[in-house]
């Protein structure tokens, strides 16, 4: 994967939850899917956090504090992809 794809996908996982949430404005959402399209890795991810969110949005699970959707995240290793472009 090259550097550009790189920062496409940081671009991208950095607005996944507002995307999953259908917050963002139709053209970025366009963005994301062409993204998407060609991007394995980021399909993944984004498969992997609708998971999450579900498990989070559960009725059982109302008002999960922000560390345990962390720890969720971490156990995830959704980390990998959330840190900064070296
Ligand atoms: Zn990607």
């Known amino acids: 994967m090259n550097d550009h794809d ?4 940081k671009a ?5 939850s ?3 949430d259908g917050e963002l ?5 366009a963005e994301i899917e062409k993204h ?11 498969n992997t956090t609708r998971r999450t969110i579900d498990l989070v949005h559960a009725p059982a699970d109302e008002g999960v504090p ?3 959707r962390e ?14 472009i070296k």
């Open 71 to 84: 720890r969720l995240f971490k156990r995830l290793n959704l980390d990998d992809y959330l840190r900064p």
């Open 25 to 29: 404005p139709a053209e970025l959402c």
């Open 18 to 20: 507002e995307y999953i």
């Open 66 to 68: 922000d560390d345990v």
């Open 6 to 9: 790189r920062k496409n996908c």
């Open 12 to 16: 991208l996982l950095g607005t996944l």
């Open 36 to 46: 998407l399209e060609g991007c394995e890795n980021c399909r993944v991810v984004l």
